[in-house]
């Protein structure tokens, strides 16, 4: 009965006929834009009600920031976005609950008085915490070139 009903969530059917039922990759990818809005924001609420209380945040310098942490210095003043694209998406849903995304942004960011273009790979971790899909964790870095593979 569970994959039933996990099949007719993704189809987009409801057992009381047909639906709009939201697919987790879809309400992941709703959720990733709202981050991405209270980021150019700097709304510190709206952002730290995406995170999920496990937050583990790394860099792409590679520095590792805990939610409470993270959304602090977000709202410390000397750090702004503007501009953020997301690229390049690709979504999994590995397990129930968790989805998956690897993708590409682009973003103005300003620190301290100067700003700068980012460009940034990144695989995010979302999970359904109680009806609620947060990001749990974020892995990022700037992409320097081709990688070369030994024969």
């Not at 057992?15 to 697919?23: K, N, R």
Request: proline share 4%.
């Amino acid at each position: 009965m569970k994959q039933i009903l996990r099949w007719m969530t993704v189809i987009g059917l409801t057992v009381g006929g047909l639906g709009a039922v939201e697919s987790p990759v879809a309400a992941v990818l709703r959720a990733d834009a709202a981050r991405c809005e209270a980021m150019m924001k700097g709304d510190g609420p709206a952002l730290a009600a995406l995170m999920s209380d496990g937050l583990r945040f790394v860099h792409s310098d590679g520095r590792v920031e805990l939610k409470a942490d993270y959304v602090k210095n977000m709202l410390a003043g000397d750090t702004e976005y503007a501009g953020v694209k997301t690229l390049d998406v690709q979504a999994l849903e590995p397990a129930p609950g968790v989805v998956v995304l690897i993708g590409a942004q682009e973003m103005r960011k300003r620190l301290g008085a100067t700003w700068s273009g980012v460009k940034l790979r990144y695989l995010a971790v979302w999970r359904n915490e109680g009806g609620t899909w947060r990001m749990f964790a974020w892995q990022s870095m700037r992409p320097a070139g081709n990688s070369v593979v030994p024969r």
